[in-house]
């Protein structure tokens, strides 16, 4: 309400699949519907209300038609006066193009009005109830083009707030905010850039004092618990920003620029987001203090609407209606379909096979592996085949979920790790579709570029491949065994060109994928490169080697790709006629992509894959588990394990994609680490695990997160994806440490306690029962028993009697009720926990 306060509705349930909502207004002004089903925010949600007051009785406008819509498309809105009044309802459209306006009159004072905009604009709409005009009429519609495709920015620079205190490590620091109104909240926390340690996302929404604790291993640290005041000026709101720039005209593939001044807007984050017929480039110019320079570039002209809020709520004037003028890209868009059949599902001692073309690798240094659900990995057969074609061939020996891993020079390929399911298939979705080959990192004019899909795990659906640039592509896909197929796609213009990929019409997790296309290499071809190492590299240790022309003309470039997704410059040096040296420092332990390319063009075996540190750090071997994974509860903590036991040391790092931001913290466990994740409001959320900037088998997870205990604590979802992260410099952790443990499988239903010992307890008498465990496969029998005073039994045994049966001996010695828990596994056995009086 605009008070602040809530208001109860009734919904009552018209038993024919839809809902009434009723709620009485009691004020004037704006009204929020906050709506959820099952935890999870209903599409559209927070639904927004004007209501006014005319002649002693509440009239009330609502709908996303008020709003806008999309050119082409039929939007509506409803507004409620009071019952037998409909008639008094007046409403005009006035916009851009004459629209038909189609009207229907309800019994109990509601009237609901549609309409179909087919020019781009703002509407707007007239509402009058008597003969006067509502609260907030006109209401102004903004109609974008059609085929609306959105960009989106968010930036937290606004949000952060400083504690003054140096942390060196912060990895395993937990952080909570008691607002003013008593309410405990997760933090995220972050290393600012001078050091200090600070809050990432600091979003007051009320006045007051926040106290804001910081721990680790369970005990504040330093000068924790901090206050921090917050009066009017702090308190995030959008009123406060000022916008200038290009707002409503702007240029097609140009720079246009907006300036957003948060300086009298308190706390809180910037969301940026442009959405019209086309796609847009959006990116932060820079950022001073507080105000911040955007450059946006639509791909072409039209109407586009510019969307800029700021702590959840739009900057005056938005969203802004921008007419994009200029000249056409000239981008050419070509897409392929299929329609993929659910992979067949292959029984544990079946042999199975698959085929991958990878261009540009030697056949004597392919190698691949399996690894099954217990850690245990074996050799697969590789087989060469023409035109860089690999047969691979493997026989699992278990059912469960197998990691494959595909090297080349003992690096793994693009593309590898990927999970390969024996036995039952899952339905994992688009997020499980993954891609891998040359064919996404560069391109050619001219040739063939390459790239394998993996369909197995997401389950049945329709794929489509889309090339859009400066020229048509010509796009083929290759069916193949297993879930396998091979796409590639040849171009007549170089240029930057966009490598769609779909499933069930939802992007996969990269796609976009940007690759520029060179001119032939023509020259480049020539090229050769000597003396390069490329394994037992060291931090710090210059890593140099010679590029030699043989003849060729041009400009040398180099640049690395690290691990942490950084990009560094190689120095180039001249030392003779036609051969240069090449040099860079490395900083961190992983694999290293050096491009080395002559006049833009790349030369053969560029991007170059070098190995610094221990060639054991191996995403293969890194495993994640938990619930945690696939579904959470908003406002708690959601937990899983990545298993990094055998795999070396390296750079773990964990991205949270979803509706709102997620609090993130680490612990450290014997055989890897413990991540928890708090999210603030419900929705899907994609959890990405990276070991050396490799996903790992299995990433990106989708966790579905919905309302937890405490319904309040869930914000609105933010328009645009948020993303939270973070990176842990792993150390070296050999499996038995606490790692591989064998797999038990117990049925705790089937063990049966029995004998006097359950049904009644004396003091000081030995008394005993037996446990039978014969149907109940295997598992860890534990057995415990405390005492009235809270402390365990003084006396407690248990002894084998037969290769089934256990016999349990306990004393005790106080006078009260005593409770015996007998678990099997993790499972409570039939009865347990028992209860005993003395």
Not at 574 to 598: C, Q, S
Not at 692 to 719: C, D, E, H, L, M
């Amino acid at each position: 309400m605009p008070s602040g306060n809530g208001l109860g509705p009734k919904v009552r349930d018209n038993a024919d699949g839809t809902i009434c909502v009723e709620y009485e207004p009691k004020k004037e002004g704006r009204h929020e519907v906050l709506m959820s089903y099952d935890g999870s925010g209903v599409d559209g949600s927070p639904f927004a209300c004007v209501v006014d007051k005319i002649e002693n009785s509440f009239i009330t406008a609502f709908g996303a038609g008020l709003v806008g819509g999309l050119s082409g498309d039929s939007v509506g809105f409803t507004v409620v006066a009071k019952r037998g009044t409909a008639k008094d309802i007046e409403v005009k459209i006035d916009g851009p193009a004459k629209v038909d306006l189609q009207r229907k009159d309800n019994d109990d004072g509601s009237a609901n009005f549609n309409y179909m905009p087919m020019t781009p604009g703002a509407y707007n709409i007239n509402i009058k109830y008597h003969g006067k005009p509502i609260k907030g009429s006109p209401f102004v519609a903004k109609v974008s083009g059609e085929g609306r495709k959105r960009s989106t920015l968010s930036l937290a620079n606004s949000a952060e707030y400083s504690l003054k205190i140096i942390e060196p490590d912060i990895v395993d620091l937990v952080g909570t905010v008691q607002t003013p109104g008593g309410q405990i909240e997760p933090i995220i926390l972050k290393k600012m850039d001078n050091g200090e340690l600070g809050i990432a996302y600091f979003t007051p929404r009320q006045k007051g004092e926040y106290v804001v604790c910081v721990l680790r291993s369970e005990k504040n640290i330093n000068n924790s618990p901090f206050r921090i005041k917050v009066g009017d000026k702090e308190i995030g709101h959008a009123a406060g920003c000022t916008v200038k720039g290009d707002i409503s005209e702007a240029l097609a593939n140009k720079s246009n620029e907006v300036i957003i001044d948060t300086t009298n807007g308190g706390y809180g984050g910037l969301t940026v987001s442009i959405e019209g017929p086309h796609r847009s480039e959006v990116e932060v110019y820079k950022v001073e203090d507080r105000v911040y320079t955007v450059h946006y570039s639509p791909h072409e002209p039209g109407i586009y609407i510019l969307n800029i809020r700021f702590a959840d709520e739009d900057v005056p004037g938005s969203p802004f209606l921008v007419n994009v003028g200029g000249n056409p890209s000239g981008r050419v868009r070509e897409t392929i379909t299929k329609d993929v059949e659910p992979a067949a599902a292959i029984s544990a001692g079946s042999p199975s096979e698959f085929v991958l073309q990878i261009p540009g690798t030697n056949p004597f240094d392919m190698e691949a592996s399996m690894t099954d659900p217990e850690g245990i990995s074996e050799l697969c057969e590789v087989m060469d085949q023409e035109d860089f074609h690999y047969l691979i061939k493997m026989t699992p020996k278990t059912n469960g979920l197998h990691t494959v891993s595909i090297k080349h020079k003992g690096m793994h390929v693009s593309g590898s790790p990927f999970q390969f399911s024996v036995g039952q298939l899952s339905h994992g979705g688009p997020h499980k579709v993954q891609v891998g080959g040359p064919g996404l990192e560069k391109g050619e004019v001219g040739l063939q570029n390459v790239f394998n899909i993996y369909t197995r795990e997401a389950g049945p659906g329709t794929l489509s491949v889309a090339v859009e640039g400066t020229a048509k592509a010509t796009i083929q896909l290759e069916q193949r065994p297993n879930g396998f197929l091979g796409a590639q796609y040849k171009t007549s213009k170089p240029g930057m060109y966009g490598v769609h990929v779909k499933y069930n019409d939802v992007h996969i997790p990269g796609s976009p994928f940007m690759v520029n296309v060179a001119p032939d290499s023509g020259v480049a071809r020539q090229i050769s490169i000597h003396a390069l190492k490329d394994k037992g590299l060291l931090i710090d240790k210059p890593v140099t080697f010679s590029v030699a022309f043989n003849g060729a003309q041009g400009h040398l470039h180099a640049t690395v790709r690290t691990p942490s997704g950084g990009h560094m410059d190689c120095l180039c040096q001249e030392m003779d006629t036609g051969v240069y040296a090449v040099r860079f420092i490395p900083k961190e332990n992983g694999v290293h992509y050096v491009d080395v390319k002559l006049n833009d063009a790349h030369i053969p075996d560029s991007p170059i894959p070098i190995m610094v540190g221990s060639t054991a750090s191996d995403p293969a071997m890194v495993t994640a588990s938990g619930d945690g994974l696939e579904h959470g509860k908003c406002g708690a903590k959601n937990k899983f394990i990545v298993r990094t036991a055998g795999a070396g040391s390296g750079l773990l790092a964990v991205f949270i994609d979803g509706p709102s931001k997620s609090a993130l913290s680490c612990k450290e466990l014997d055989e890897g680490y413990e991540f928890s994740y708090t999210p603030f409001c419900p929705g899907n959320y994609l959890i990405t695990v990276k070991y050396g900037n490799i996903p790992i088998a299995g990433s990106p997870y989708q966790a579905v997160v919905t309302g937890g205990a405490a319904q309040g604590v869930g914000r609105k979802p933010s328009p645009v994806v948020e993303q939270s992260s973070m990176a842990v410099e792993t150390v070296e952790k050999k499996a038995g440490a606490g790692g591989v443990r064998r797999k038990l499988t117990g049925d705790a239903s089937k063990v049966i306690a029995k004998g006097p010992g359950l049904k009644k307890a004396f003091t000081n008498r030995v008394q005993t029962f037996n446990v039978e465990i014969k149907d109940a496969g295997n598992a860890v029998l534990s057995i415990g028993m405390i005492s009235p005073s809270g402390f365990p039994e003084a006396e407690l045994s248990l002894k084998k009697v037969s290769q089934t049966t256990y016999t349990v001996n306990y004393k005790v010695q106080e006078i009260g009720e005593h409770i015996l828990h007998i678990k099997w596994g993790d499972d409570e056995i039939p009865g347990s926990p028992f209860v005993l009086t003395t």
